[in-house]
């Protein structure tokens, strides 16, 4: 009794095994002979905030992007194209229409998007030593001439944003973000003859990002 009911339970395996292996390829071919896509409506922040200007495609697998225009090269200015992906440069506030064409399994796809790009009051105010900085003109970016030898930042969010990322760095050439580099509201950061930055990434209600620098000039700059 035993040997046959291992017997039916080993066939029974090799059943299921053997129909779920039948459904790998057509997911598989159902993913790749699926239409590329694309958001129909992009909203972006005006700021000097790279990543945020970034815009992948969707079901694209094999298929790759051939062409991509901007009806308004002042809002969405096309800088790069990549297999899956684009990115544009901004000078003004507005809405572009984009018009992408994709090559996917020897067919041509025609994709339409709109960008649109606004101004962000992230914050109620940003505080260098405690003077607001914050400005929309500045897109995000403040620059500090002096040769203090420390600098407090502190700030308070707008509402309906939220903090991300604030940290700090000494390399006067770039910033990257790093868990012993944090920032605390309230915090001051020490002043080097190279220079260094202050860096808060924020978000809005939507999950659309923005970013504030503030970039603390040395010596050799001022």
């Known amino acids: ?52 200007k970034q815009v992948y495609l969707e079901n694209l697998e094999n298929g790759k992007i051939t062409s991509v225009k901007s009806s308004n090269r002042n809002v969405a200015r096309i800088e790069s194209v990549g297999r899956d992906y684009f990115t544009f440069e901004n000078t003004k506030l507005g809405s572009s229409k984009v018009t992408i064409k994709v090559k996917k399994n020897k067919k041509i796809y025609t994709l339409k998007t709109t960008i649109v790009i606004k101004e962000a009051r992230p914050v109620q105010y940003l505080k260098v030593d405690g003077k607001n900085v914050f400005s929309v003109n500045n897109k995000g970016s403040v620059w500090i001439y002096d040769k203090k030898s420390k600098h407090k930042v502190s700030w308070k969010l707008a509402k309906g944003w939220k903090l991300v990322f604030a940290g700090y760095s000494y390399d006067a050439t770039g910033y990257a973000e790093s868990r012993d580099r944090k920032m605390k509201n309230g915090g001051s950061i020490r002043h080097r003859s190279t220079g260094e930055w202050v860096s808060l990434r924020v978000k809005d209600k939507e999950g659309g990002e923005y970013k504030l620098d503030i970039h603390f000039a040395g010596k050799s700059y001022s």
């Not at 395996?13 to 790749?32: G, H, N």
């Open 1 to 52: 009794m035993k040997k046959k009911l291992m017997k039916k339970g080993l066939l029974l395996w090799v059943a299921c095994f053997i129909l779920s292996m039948c459904f790998i390829p057509f997911e598989a071919k159902a993913a790749t002979d699926s239409a590329p896509k694309v958001e129909k409506r992009i909203v972006r922040y005006r700021s000097t905030y790279v990543n945020d």
